[in-house]
């Protein structure tokens, strides 16, 4: 039987390898899958807590069921700051004791023994294990490496390393959580209870209890518990740990809503459409998780490095203790030179450098209303150099909206709406409705007509008014002003208004842009996006008049979806990475086809949220040049860690050379350059909107 958990106490690449071993060997498991980035564990097999516990006894690795809520630690409290509390004052007694008298005295020594025993007793016993099994990581480098200072007699040397090991490992696990706290308040979002109304009785039930079509009451300022539709009520909803956004979203009947959001000021009764497990808010944590999990090519290159690096390492330490002690008798200090190669050697700061910059970033886009379906995809979206937009619904609204009135002398303008919108009452057509939308009023109407292909009429004021296509207009024997064909040419509908007797005025109607195109296209230009391509279905006409105004380099009209497929592939042999931008159904292909494929409005819509590489989950545009800006500089603290990692190690081994290198100067290269990564990666939690 296949059960998730959550885990504490996690906050070591190679201690997660190790956990997932031991698990591996315990009797009945099947298949083990262990999330480092997401802190999670998924077991197939008969295996229980405890168990678990005691595969991940030597790292002190909690175990937790996934539900279950962890009790967080503060960082004075945790084991590891404790201890390593307690190896600095037992340290510190030891060097004024040592300055006092020498280093030989008894009491010295005992008083280091002591903090090494109390800052180290966890690792000696870890490097022991590995050691009779030879597995060298970075506790078997370090046991090996305190053993070797103890035996030639340095014990301040010893104490002053493991408590500076045991500073490293406290902070370590204190930066690696603040790197997954932002998965853990998506979990803490949504209720575990809710009030449900079912045949007639009121029932606070667990959301894993609640059935999809049950009737769940949100009370004002209540989170709401499981996504649904409302059927009564009217509030102002805040969506924003859904979709980012910051303004609450009015709800009334028949509108949406999704579990973990705010309900702020009218009680709801929303009729239950998904089950917990189901909701957006589970699919994002899922979704989130499994992207923290995904290797991104720059980890995959580092493990790969990592596989070959420490063996290397442990060959070149070797060498340094035995060739020179051969050459010059002084087997004191090149052992201990060899001992400290050892520990600067240790890959810990190179292997940990890029998830924990992944885990942060996707962390925090998530937390922007920005779904990244993995590392991978967040490392390619800072490369990209061209990005093609579908036009209907991502550069626009989607719908129509008038833009445009005349009217003919004798009437003003807000007459020829009113005038078309009586008319246009009865119509199911979508012009019609933006024109009835927009109208302040409209007279008593009879006898409407629909004429397909051509417009409607009715009795207006005793007179037939008609409004339809600019032809119909011509064949009933108007002549057209020069200018209603010239708004019709720049890719608008042109209605006109006519009675049997007079031409009253027209009204064009047109997909409006969004407001925030142009200038998200102006950023991306300045952000260094070479081509941005408009790809529509749409009139060439129209589809020209719509780029030249919002300011895109490049319009490909006409498009049926397997011609946007291939003008992606066209695109990515000119320009090599290329981004898709479109609502995930009717461009899948394309969207699929692209380097990266980016879905507008993922909330509620299980396409996007399947087919896209990237979900925007507020269906808001301004949240692409944030996503760019994001993974470039998440691309910028991974080469910042490799280069952190293994420069301050190269450093630390030129001291060799005139020897100049310390046990406490290899552990400050060590775990030193491994804090520095990972609060390096933590810059990127600031990266906002």
Not at 380 to 400: M, S, V
Not at 590 to 607: E, F, H, K, N, W
Request: with cysteine; proline share 3%.
């Amino acid at each position: 039987m296949q059960k998730t958990y959550r885990l504490e106490n996690l906050s070591c690449t190679s201690c997660a390898a190790k956990f997932e071993k031991n698990i591996r060997a315990l009797p009945q498991i099947n298949t083990v899958n262990l999330n480092f980035g997401a802190s999670k564990l998924t077991v197939d097999g008969n295996v229980s807590i405890a168990d678990l516990e005691k595969a991940g006894a030597f790292d002190h690795i909690r175990v937790y069921p996934e539900k279950a809520k962890v009790e967080y630690v503060p960082f004075y409290k945790r084991r590891q700051t404790i201890e390593a509390a307690l190896s600095f004052v037992l340290m510190l007694i030891g060097v004024i004791v040592s300055f006092q008298t020498s280093e030989t005295d008894p009491r010295a020594i005992g008083l280091f023994g002591a903090a090494i025993a109390i800052g180290g007793y966890g690792m000696f016993w870890t490097g022991f294990k590995n050691l009779m099994k030879l597995q060298f990581d970075m506790k078997t480098l370090m046991t090996i490496a305190i053993i070797g200072a103890v035996i030639i007699g340095e014990w301040r040397e010893g104490a002053v390393v493991v408590f500076l090991f045991a500073v490293s490992e406290a902070l370590e696990s204190f930066s690696m959580n603040k790197a997954r706290q932002s998965i853990r308040g998506l979990m803490d979002l949504a209720p575990a209870r809710a009030l449900i109304q079912r045949n007639g009785e009121l029932l606070e039930l667990d959301t894993e209890d609640i059935q999809v079509g049950d009737m769940l009451i949100v009370k004002p300022g209540q989170k709401i518990a499981m996504d649904g539709t409302v059927l009564r009520g009217s509030s102002s909803v805040n969506q924003a740990a859904i979709t980012g956004e910051s303004i609450p979203a009015l709800k009334q009947q028949g509108d949406e809503v999704f579990a973990g959001t705010f309900n702020e000021e009218g009680a709801l009764e929303v009729h239950v459409t998904k089950r917990v497990e189901d909701t957006t808010i589970a699919k994002i944590i899922h979704l989130v998780e499994e992207a923290q999990a995904e290797k991104a090519p720059s980890q995959q290159f580092v493990d790969r490095f990592a596989k070959y690096y420490t063996p290397a390492i442990i060959v070149i330490a070797f060498l340094v203790a035995i060739v020179p002690g051969f050459i010059t008798g002084n087997w004191d200090l090149w052992v201990y030179q060899g001992l400290a190669v050892l520990v600067v050697g240790c890959p810990c700061a190179l292997v940990v450098s890029t998830p924990v910059a992944i885990v942060t970033a996707i962390g925090n886009a998530a937390r922007q209303g920005v779904l990244i379906k993995g590392g991978i995809h967040l490392e390619e979206t800072g490369r990209i150099q061209a990005i093609a937009f579908d036009k209907t619904g991502t550069l626009t609204k989607g719908y129509p909206e008038m833009t445009d009135v005349i009217a003919e002398s004798g009437y003003t303008r807000d007459e020829v709406v009113k005038i078309a919108a009586s008319v246009e009452t009865m119509s199911q057509h979508p012009l019609a409705r933006a024109i009835t939308v927009q109208a302040d009023g409209a007279y008593e109407y009879e006898d409407f007509q629909s004429l397909t292909g051509k417009g409607a009429s009715a009795i207006v004021n005793s007179i037939r008014v008609s409004v339809g296509s600019l032809v119909w207009a011509e064949e009933e024997g108007f002549q057209i002003p020069s200018h209603y064909w010239k708004l019709q040419e720049s890719g608008k509908s042109v209605m006109a208004v006519f009675s049997a007797m007079e031409l009253i005025g027209a009204i064009a109607v047109a997909d409006a842009i969004r407001k925030e195109s142009p200038q998200i296209v102006r950023t991306l230009k300045d952000m260094g996006i070479q081509r941005t391509i408009m790809l529509t279905g749409d009139h060439p006409a129209t589809a020209n008049a719509i780029a030249a105004s919002i300011g895109m380099t490049d319009v490909r009209a006409g498009l049926m979806p397997e011609d946007k497929l291939s003008a992606i592939k066209e695109l990515q042999q000119t320009y090599g990475r290329v981004a898709m931008i479109g609502d995930g159904v009717n461009d899948a292909p394309a969207l699929a086809a692209s380097t990266i494929g980016i879905a507008m409005g993922g909330a509620g819509t299980d396409a996007a949220l399947e087919t896209a590489d990237i979900a925007l989950m507020a269906d808001d545009l301004e949240k692409l040049p944030y996503t760019i800006r994001l993974s470039r500089k998440t691309l910028r603290i991974i080469k910042e860690n490799i280069i952190f990692a293994l420069g301050l190690k190269i450093i630390a081994l030129l001291l060799i050379i005139p020897g100049w290198l310390t046990l406490w100067i290899a552990i400050f290269a060590d775990m030193g350059a491994t804090l520095l990564v990972i609060l390096n990666a933590l810059r990127l939690v600031k990266v906002q909107k």
